[in-house]
């Protein structure tokens, strides 16, 4: 893979992983410009003045207070020349399935060195995704009949509960109704048979869903 006019962006809330992960990538030389960001409404804000120029994005799967799930289709409708690559430390089997059902088209482990980014971009370049070596291992011991069972809505919501928003903060942030909101909450519960709020949040934090 030769130096085009394509752009990386690393998106971490984790400033100094951030920088030392960016200063990594540019030593790569592959990209015209690599740039450091922080949130995601910094992401939308670039990808909205930039929605023709191919992007790499590395995004961490971890993002304040949310994971970076529902940003993967948010990022694929502003750009559609973005490649994402989740960037992760995660050794769940249920979350690592989570990840791979969007479809994102790179996902490396937080630890990967420079020959698995190497590697990474030029099979992503090639048209195939990948997935890092050590991500592959957990795939390969997981039980794919095993999914977490919540829509990319539900794990929305689920984020704003995280952050212990009420229901009708929760609607207004997802442009839901309440009652729409209470019937989301509701059928979470009956997915995994529990029968509270705190019991909800319980499972999604025990596999890494928020």
Same mark, same amino acid.
């Given at each position: 893979?030769?130096?085009?006019?394509? =752009?990386?962006?690393? %998106? $971490?809330?984790? +400033?100094?992983?951030?920088? @030392?992960?960016?200063?990594?990538? #540019?030593?790569?030389? !592959?990209?015209?410009?690599?740039?450091?960001?922080?949130?995601?409404?910094?992401?939308?804000?670039?990808?909205?003045?930039?929605?023709?120029?191919? =992007?790499?994005?590395? %995004? $961490?799967?971890? +993002?304040?207070?949310?994971? @970076?799930?529902?940003?993967?289709? #948010?990022?694929?409708? !502003?750009?559609?020349?973005?490649?994402?690559?989740?960037?992760?430390?995660?050794?769940?089997?249920?979350?690592?399935?989570?990840?791979?059902?969007?479809?994102?088209?790179?996902?490396?482990?937080?630890?990967?060195?420079?020959?698995?980014?190497?590697?990474?971009?030029?099979?992503?370049?090639?048209?195939?995704?990948?997935?890092?070596?050590?991500?592959?291992?957990?795939?390969?011991?997981?039980?794919?009949?095993?999914?977490?069972?919540?829509?990319?809505?539900?794990?929305?919501?689920?984020?704003?509960?995280?952050?212990?928003?009420?229901?009708?903060?929760?609607?207004?942030?997802?442009?839901?109704?309440?009652?729409?909101?209470?019937?989301?909450?509701?059928?979470?519960?009956?997915?995994?048979?529990?029968?509270?709020?705190?019991?909800?949040?319980?499972?999604?934090?025990?596999?890494?869903?928020?």
């Amino acid at each position: 893979m030769k130096k085009t006019d394509t =752009i990386a962006i690393v %998106l $971490d809330d984790h +400033l100094l992983f951030a920088d @030392s992960f960016s200063a990594l990538i #540019e030593r790569l030389d !592959l990209f015209s410009a690599v740039h450091t960001l922080n949130d995601k409404k910094e992401l939308t804000h670039f990808l909205i003045k930039h929605p023709k120029t191919p =992007i790499y994005l590395f %995004l $961490d799967y971890y +993002l304040k207070n949310e994971t @970076s799930l529902t940003l993967i289709n #948010e990022v694929k409708r !502003l750009n559609r020349q973005t490649m994402v690559i989740i960037m992760s430390s995660t050794i769940s089997p249920k979350t690592v399935t989570n990840i791979l059902d969007y479809k994102p088209h790179g996902f490396i482990s937080k630890s990967s060195g420079f020959e698995t980014i190497l590697q990474c971009m030029a099979t992503i370049g090639q048209g195939n995704p990948y997935i890092c070596p050590i991500i592959s291992d957990i795939v390969e011991q997981t039980d794919h009949t095993v999914k977490i069972p919540f829509t990319a809505r539900e794990l929305e919501i689920l984020q704003h509960f995280a952050q212990g928003l009420s229901i009708a903060h929760t609607a207004e942030k997802a442009h839901l109704s309440k009652h729409t909101i209470v019937a989301h909450r509701r059928k979470m519960m009956s997915k995994i048979n529990v029968n509270s709020i705190t019991e909800l949040l319980l499972y999604a934090r025990k596999y890494e869903l928020i």
